[in-house]
C-alpha cells in the first residue's frame, strides 16, 4: 500500500475501520504514522476547545496590562541602544499570538481548572515521573490541519520547523521572564514569534483560494 | 517472422515517440509592460530563474513536464501573474515546471516555490522570495528591498547594494557575501549565518539566531560598532574594539560590544545558543 492510498482512507481508520493491509503500511512508513498520530491529537484538542468568539477589546487591554506587569512588553527602549525598525516594526505584532495563547490558556484554566493543575499542591506535582505535554495551541493545531493535504515528507517538514520555532519562543520567554529588563531577550522573542509568523504565512499560502 | 519483429519495434518507438513528445512542453510568453513593472510567479515545483532583460518587456519560458501541471498567465495593466496551476494527481516530479524570466531591471519580482531554485539577477526593484525548500540566490542586485523567507532552502546572496535586505529562515544556511545597504537583518532559527563584507552604507546589521552559529567577516578598515551576544554559546572577536557602553552586563565568553573606526554602521549579532564570531579578513 502506498501512502496515497492510505491518505484516502484515512477517514474510515479514524473511525476505526481498518484493514490489515492499512496496519502493516503504517507499522513502515513513519510519515503515515505521524499523520495519524497529528490527526487523533488535532481531533482530541479539537473536543477540548471551546467555540471561540472574538474577545472585547476590555480582555486585549487586560492582556496586555498583564504583559507589561510580567515584564514581556516594555514603554519605552533605553537611551544608548539603537534597535529603531528593527524592534518597532515587531513590536505589536508579536504581541498578537502571544495574546492570543495566553487568552486560550485563560479561558481553558477558566474551564477546566482542575485539568490544568491550578488545585494541586507543589508536593505532589514532584511526584509526578514526567511532566505532562505541552498541549499544542490552537493555532499550531490549525497550521498542521492546513498542511495535511500536503505530501507526507513536507508535513513532517512543517511539524519538525513548528517544533524548532516552538522551542526559540520557549528559550526566548524563560529567559525574559527571569530579566525582564534584559533587552536582548525581548528582540530573541520578537524574532522567534517572526519565525513562528513566516510558518503560518508559508502553510495558508497554498491553501488560498486560486493558489496551488 | 520479421514482418512481426518490424511491427513490435514500430510499436515501440511510437510508445516511445508519444511517451517523449507529451514529457516536455514548452512554452513561450511575451508581454509589454510599462515602467517598474510586478512580476508574480508561483510555482510549487521547480526552478525559478529571473534576469535583467530588456526595458519594457517580459520574456518567459516555462518548461513544463507533464500534462497534470498547465500554466496560468494573467496580464492586468503594469502586473503579471504566472501560476503554476498543479490539476488533481500532480506531484514533485509530474507538477515540476522550470522557468527562465527576463524583466526590465527596474521590475517588482514576487516568486514563490516549494522546490527548486529561486535564482534573480541584476534586478533593481523590490525581490521577494518565499519558499518552503527551495534555495535562494540573490546575486548583483541593487537599489531595491530584499525580502527572502524559506524554512529549509539555503539562502545566497552575493554583491547586493543598496536597498533593505530582510532574512527569515528556519533551517537553511543563510551566506551573504558583498552586501551591504541601511538595513540588513537576517533572522535564523537553526541555520548557520555567514558574512562576508565591509559592512558599509552606514547601515543597521542585525543577525539573530537560535541554535545556529553566526560568522561575520570584516577588513581591518571596516567601521562598525558592534554588540555581540550569545546566551549559551561563546563569542569571539578578532578585532581589537574600543570599548563602549553595553546596554546589558557583559559577561566574559559570551558577550562583547565595542567600536572600530568610526562607527558609522551598526552590527548586533544575537545568538541564544549559537556561537559568534567576529572575523576579521586577512588581505
Known sequence: MKCLEFERVLPEYLEGNYLPEQQAHLQTCAACSNLLADLKLISE???????????????????????????????????????????????????????????????????????????????????????????????????????????????????????????????????????????????????????????????????????? | MRTQRALRAATVLMFAGMAFGTSTVRKDLHFRVGKHPTVSINNPYGPITVRAGAPQQVVVVAMLHSDRVELDQSQSRNRINLVSHLLPGADSISGLVEYEVLVPPDADVTLHADTGTLHAEKLHGDLTMEGVNAAMEVVDCADGHVHLKTLNGNVNLTNVRNGHVEVVSMNGDVVMTGVSGPYVSVNSNSGRIQYDGDFGGEGEYNFISHTGNIEAMAPPYASIDVLARSNQGPVESDFSLEPKHAPFISRTGSAFTGTLGKAASSVRLFSFSGKIHLKKRQN
Open chain 1, 45 to 212: 484538542q479539537a473536543k477540548s476547545l471551546i467555540a471561540s468568539h472574538e474577545p472585547s477589546p476590555a480582555l486585549w487591554n487586560a492582556l496586555e496590562e498583564r504583559l507589561r506587569r510580567e515584564g514581556l512588553i516594555r514603554q519605552a527602549q533605553p537611551p544608548g541602544f539603537r534597535l529603531r525598525s528593527f524592534s518597532s516594526r515587531w513590536r505589536l505584532a508579536w504581541l498578537v499570538p502571544l495574546a492570543a495563547a495566553i487568552a486560550i490558556g485563560t479561558v481553558v484554566k477558566l474551564h477546566y481548572p482542575m485539568k490544568a493543575g491550578d488545585t494541586q499542591p507543589v508536593a505532589r506535582q514532584e511526584s509526578i515521573p514526567a511532566p505532562p505535554a505541552k498541549p499544542m495551541s490552537s493555532e499550531d493545531l490549525q497550521l498542521l490541519t492546513t498542511v495535511a493535504e500536503r505530501p507526507p515528507a513536507q508535513r513532517a517538514k512543517y511539524r519538525a520547523n513548528l517544533d524548532d520555532a516552538n522551542s526559540f519562543i520557549r528559550d526566548a520567554e524563560q529567559s525574559a521572564k527571569q530579566d525582564p529588563s534584559d533587552i536582548f531577550m525581548q528582540q530573541m522573542l520578537i524574532n522567534a514569534y517572526e519565525q513562528k509568523q513566516m510558518l503560518y504565512d508559508l502553510a495558508v499560502y497554498r491553501s488560498e483560494p486560486g493558489e496551488q
